[in-house]
């Protein structure tokens, strides 16, 4: 059974900081590893997604590994905004088509 | 291009009594899953489907079912309602074909309250 795991479980950091959120995964048999942010009370947002052939994704300020053979993904956040304040997500999924969850990294950066 | 939709945003129900929830994906999508999403337990997987068939279900009681009709939008359905079953349920909508077709994408969530 795919166990997904988010250290650290809480961050807090003053503005303009780079940041390091890393997950890692007890199966290396994957499709794809995702990752999201959620705000309080409400739905997930897609940030990156990795395909189980990449190293990794870019979007803006997000940078996002993948190291398939060791089970880790890490997620990079550079010039950290309070806008970043939001609880960060990582899952893998498989040939099961479910996403499996890690428990997420809440992170609180301060102006 | 709209996103996923869930419906309703908000639900209180009583012991005992049964639910419907709604989730009507991207347009194009043909793939919808559920989740279960509390405190203490994170998010758990309740079931997948595409083109109207089941491909996966979680760990869940029989008292959580859910189908998916002809024009991919899904329901779930919980019966006899329990005060643990209180949670935020997400829907999430994806292609579907294939490895290359997973990434996914949530709806907005319904906030279900059992007293």
């Known amino acids: 059974k795919q166990e997904v795991t988010q250290i650290p479980a809480a961050l807090s950091v003053p503005e303009g900081e780079n940041l390091v959120l890393n997950c890692s995964f007890t199966?290396?048999?994957?499709?794809?590893l995702q990752w999201f942010r959620q705000d309080p009370g409400k739905g997930l947002t897609s940030l990156l997604l990795?395909?189980?052939?990449?190293r990794e994704q870019t979007s803006g300020r997000l940078n996002a590994s993948l190291d398939k053979s060791s089970g880790r993904s890490t997620l990079y956040i550079a010039a950290s905004q309070p806008g970043d304040s939001a609880t960060y997500l990582c899952?893998?999924?498989?040939?099961?088509?479910?996403?499996?969850f890690g428990k997420g990294t809440s992170l609180l950066v301060t102006p | 291009k709209a996103g996923v939709t869930q419906t309703p945003r908000y639900l209180i129900k009583t012991r005992g009594q049964q639910v419907t929830l709604s989730c009507s994906p991207i347009?194009?999508?043909?793939?919808v899953s559920w989740y279960q999403q509390t405190p203490g337990q994170g998010l758990q997987f309740l079931f997948e489907?595409?083109?109207?068939?089941?491909?996966n279900k979680g760990n869940f009681p029989g008292r959580f079912s859910g189908r998916q009709f002809s024009n991919s939008r899904s329901e779930m359905n919980v019966s006899t309602l329990e005060l643990g079953d209180s949670a935020l349920y997400l829907c999430?909508?994806?292609?579907?074909?294939?490895?290359?077709?997973?990434?996914?994408?949530f709806g907005q969530g319904t906030r279900l309250t059992v007293v």
């Open positions: 999430a909508s994806s292609v579907g074909t294939g490895a290359m077709n997973t990434e996914a994408f």
């Open positions: 199966d290396s048999a994957i499709y794809n």
């Open positions: 990795i395909q189980s052939s990449q």
């Open positions: 899952a893998v999924i498989d040939s099961g088509y479910a996403l499996n």
């Open positions: 347009s194009g999508h043909r793939s």
């Open positions: 489907y595409f083109s109207e068939t089941q491909r």
